[in-house]
């Protein structure tokens, strides 16, 4: 029983820290800014789970790749806040997804917007939680980005709140899509 007891202990120790490890993982990671819009996928991006790990950093598979959530109120999200005019895109593949001018704040502590760029955008059924939801995921290359929510009462012209990994994100202020 003692030996149980020191090994329940020890899981749950290592269980606590691989969290606390994974969540400062998240502490200190920025969503890119890029000085220069992207080229613009045309077709289909396949890889192998392989070629996208040697790719994207370990947040961005995560989430992309595996279906992950990055914790709310991250540093990401932060940064998100603050920033201007211009447009987000995917981190995986390019593609332009979100525009500032959609964006605003839903208190979730995730990148909200009320619309997208809809020819790069799909959405899914979701039931990974027991219940219905609707992703979203990058057309070009599959990634997940987040959900949508629909009916929310927020104040914009859609009524809709696409809820968005900041991780999946990549930001080219205005200025930069001049150059």
């Not at 989430?63 to 999200?77: C, D, F, N, Q």
């Amino acid at each position: 029983m003692k030996s149980f007891l020191i090994l329940a202990i020890g899981a749950a120790f290592s269980i606590c820290i691989f969290a606390q490890t994974q969540r400062l993982s998240y502490t200190d990671l920025q969503m890119k800014v890029l000085k220069e819009v992207p080229t613009q996928p045309t077709d289909p991006i396949v890889k192998t789970s392989e070629d996208w790990a040697n790719v994207l950093n370990e947040q961005e598979f995560y989430v992309l790749r595996k279906s992950g959530t990055e914790p709310p109120h991250s540093a990401i999200y932060k940064q998100f806040a603050k920033q201007g005019e211009g447009v987000y895109y995917c981190s995986g593949c390019g593609a332009e997804l979100f525009s500032s001018t959609t964006k605003f704040d839903s208190g979730s502590g995730w990148p909200s917007f009320y619309d997208g760029v809809m020819k790069n955008i799909k959405l899914d059924e979701d039931h990974h939680l027991g219940y219905k939801r609707v992703e979203v995921r990058c057309n070009k290359c599959d990634g997940h980005l987040g959900h949508v929510f629909e009916g929310e009462s927020f104040n914009n012209p859609t009524d809709k709140r696409y809820c968005i990994n900041g991780v999946c994100l990549s930001f080219v202020p205005a200025e930069a899509e001049k150059d």
